[in-house]
């Protein structure tokens, strides 16, 4: 079972941390686009700055349940 764990919650944070590295490189709003001429309040709306923060949010969300996988796998 702890292995299991161990071999669950490695490969969760790693496509995590992989993913993650690639959303803050590849989908970052370039210095170039559009959402600087939006209003701040209606920043949220923007399509690609949406997508940013959602896959953002997400793929930091996998690494802290690989992170607390790989707790449990060390704690059980």
């Known amino acids: 079972m702890k292995m299991i764990i161990l071999l669950i919650g490695g ?3 790693a496509a995590s ?7 803050k490189i590849k989908l970052r709003p370039k210095q170039d686009s559009d959402i600087d001429e939006i209003y701040w309040e209606f920043e949220e709306t923007h399509p690609e700055l949406a ?3 959602k896959l953002s949010q997400i793929t930091f969300a996998g690494i802290v349940i690989g992170t607390l996988l ?4 060390l704690a059980l």
Do not use: E, P, Q
């Open 51 to 53: 997508r940013y923060n």
């Open 17 to 23: 941390v992989i993913a993650h590295l690639w959303v």
């Open 70 to 73: 790989l707790f449990l796998s």
């Open 11 to 13: 490969l969760v944070f």
